[in-house]
């Protein structure tokens, strides 16, 4: 049995949702322990135990089409997962996903914007979804970690500092997520053929200059809302 038969059968029926739910709960547990264990030996470094979870949510995306997790099934949770990110944020229940020392509504924003990604698209447009997602938490979460650690020119929008190396972090990420992604989708209607290689690039440039002009934009930690909410939808209109 092959990895995409493996899959499919992992996905369907009951007792296969099951299992694609442990498998997607045993992979969220994993980062979790993972960016607690991290706010441990680098207590000083708040912000990368964040972009850990940041980051490593972004995945579950791909587990979820890859497993063939229902709608009525993946809705709800991401709609659990949003509540109960709110309650951390107002309770800091876990510090290693919320505690930065600055005002931000980016964790519960993030799961704000999944939700609504999967309400529109879940599952007749997968990777609408994947494209949202994993823009923000690969892109984002590189600009915030790198940005910081690497000295150069930077400006602040909305009292939030902005650098030359976080920025190229955030374009050249997101460019490498929606390439790989047009890829995994394959050629579709008007991107097949010989005009799918044009079409894509330009595609491309402007979804990633997109994300990156709102990525500007992050008082706050909104731009976890913006950035995933725009680019699944534009993602939907270029790759129906």
Same mark, same amino acid.
């Given at each position: ?11 369907? /029926?009951?007792? /296969?949702? *099951? ?28 912000? =990368? ?22 709608? /009525? ?9 949003t509540v109960l ?8 229940l876990l510090p ?25 698209? =879940? ?17 984002? /979460? ?25 920025? @190229? ?6 460019? *490498?997520?929606?390439?790989?992604? =047009? ?24 979804? *990633?200059?997109?994300?990156? @002009? ?20 534009? =993602? ?5």
């Amino acid at each position: 049995m092959g990895l995409s038969e493996l899959f499919h059968a992992a996905g369907s /029926g009951p007792q /296969g949702q *099951t299992l694609a739910i442990a498998v997607v709960g045993l992979y969220l547990a994993a980062v979790l322990a993972l960016a607690l264990l991290v706010r441990r030996r680098w207590p000083e470094q708040r912000e =990368w135990s964040r972009k850990l979870v940041h980051m490593g949510t972004g995945p579950v995306v791909l587990l979820a089409w890859a497993l063939q997790i229902e709608r /009525g099934i993946a809705l709800p949770v991401a709609a659990a997962v949003t509540v109960l990110t709110a309650l951390n944020h107002r309770f800091r229940l876990l510090p290693a996903v919320e505690d930065v020392g600055r005002p931000s509504y980016g964790t519960v924003a993030y799961g704000a914007s999944i939700t609504l990604l999967l309400a529109l698209f =879940w599952p007749a447009q997968p990777a609408a979804v994947a494209a949202g997602v994993l823009v923000m938490a690969f892109g984002d /979460g590189l600009a915030g970690l790198l940005g910081p650690l690497v000295r150069s020119p930077s400006w602040s929008l909305g009292g939030q500092r902005k650098s030359v190396v976080g920025t @190229g972090a955030m374009a050249i990420a997101s460019a *490498t997520v929606l390439t790989l992604l =047009w890829i995994l989708q394959g050629p579709a209607g008007a991107g097949s053929g010989s005009a799918g290689a044009p079409q894509a690039g330009v595609a491309i440039l402007v979804l *990633t200059a997109l994300a990156v @002009g709102l990525e500007q934009l992050s008082a706050y930690g909104l731009d976890n809302l913006s950035v995933p909410l725009v680019v699944g939808l534009l =993602w939907s209109l270029v790759r129906p």
